[in-house]
């Protein structure tokens, strides 16, 4: 896990989806500890499956009074994602990128994003994402990936920090529970099982 400044990252301004208010990163984090998921797109059809499985986790975040938000890097494709409630906490948007930046989330060049994208891992992810009736379009910035930042209340540290490596990676939602040492009642869906194109559930 990488250091990250939390007191540097936490002064990055993020527009909120509903009031459209912009407010610094550090004030999600001020009075509770927030799980921070940064997608990579809000039209990714994986980053919709994995916003999806995430959301699962949202009751007993509520209820060990931690935050779930989400983090786009654009307001492209908002609308349909928010139509669509792939995603259970609040959402904002990093229009400068910043964050990203900050937190060490790569983008990749116009020639590395290809087999990055047609990697196992993504294709996998895609077929559950599609074995749910999820789906995604290739409009918005495709050259950025993502992960997912957990802060403690007040900033006083950070509980788990992951950077996308494909962008098929994703967090286990056992990881997730286990950093804000709280209990999950869910499971998460199973990822297909692929032998060329092939996929079983």
Same mark, same amino acid.
């Given at each position: 896990?990488?250091?990250?400044?939390?007191?540097?990252?936490?002064?990055?301004?993020?527009?909120?989806?509903?009031?459209?208010?912009?407010?610094?990163?550090?004030?999600? =984090?001020?009075?509770?500890?927030?799980?921070?998921? *940064?997608?990579?797109?809000? /039209?990714?059809?994986?980053?919709? =499956?994995?916003?999806?499985?995430?959301?699962?986790?949202?009751?007993?975040?509520? @209820?060990?009074?931690?935050?779930?938000?989400?983090?786009?890097?654009?307001?492209?494709?908002?609308?349909?994602?928010?139509?669509?409630?792939?995603?259970?906490?609040? +959402?904002?948007?990093?229009?400068?990128?910043?964050?990203?930046?900050? !937190?060490? *989330? $790569?983008?990749? #060049? @116009?020639?590395?994003?290809?087999?990055?994208? !047609? /990697?196992?891992?993504?294709?996998? @992810?895609?077929? $559950?994402?599609?074995?749910?009736? +999820?789906? /995604?379009? *290739?409009?918005?910035?495709?050259?950025?990936?993502?992960?997912?930042?957990?802060?403690?209340?007040?900033?006083?540290?950070?509980? !788990?920090?992951?950077?996308?490596?494909?962008?098929?990676?994703? +967090?286990?939602?056992?990881? +997730?529970?286990?950093?804000?040492?709280?209990?999950?009642?869910? #499971?998460?869906?199973?990822?297909?099982?692929?032998?060329?194109?092939?996929?079983?559930?």
């Amino acid at each position: 896990m990488a250091n990250v400044d939390l007191a540097r990252v936490g002064k990055n301004l993020l527009k909120s989806s509903d009031s459209e208010e912009s407010v610094e990163l550090q004030s999600l =984090w001020q009075h509770q500890p927030v799980v921070l998921f *940064f997608l990579r797109r809000f /039209g990714c059809q994986v980053c919709r =499956w994995t916003a999806s499985e995430i959301s699962k986790l949202e009751p007993d975040l509520r @209820a060990g009074g931690v935050a779930l938000v989400g983090v786009g890097p654009e307001e492209f494709g908002l609308k349909e994602f928010k139509e669509k409630g792939f995603f259970k906490g609040s +959402i904002y948007v990093d229009e400068q990128k910043k964050s990203y930046k900050d !937190l060490g *989330f $790569k983008r990749y #060049t @116009a020639l590395s994003v290809v087999p990055a994208a !047609l /990697g196992k891992k993504v294709r996998d @992810a895609a077929a $559950k994402a599609s074995a749910e009736g +999820i789906q /995604g379009n *290739f409009s918005g910035d495709l050259l950025q990936s993502g992960g997912m930042l957990i802060v403690a209340k007040g900033g006083e540290k950070v509980l !788990l920090h992951f950077i996308q490596d494909s962008p098929g990676d994703h +967090i286990a939602l056992e990881d +997730i529970s286990k950093a804000l040492g709280i209990s999950a009642t869910v #499971t998460e869906g199973q990822r297909p099982v692929c032998n060329d194109d092939v996929c079983t559930r």
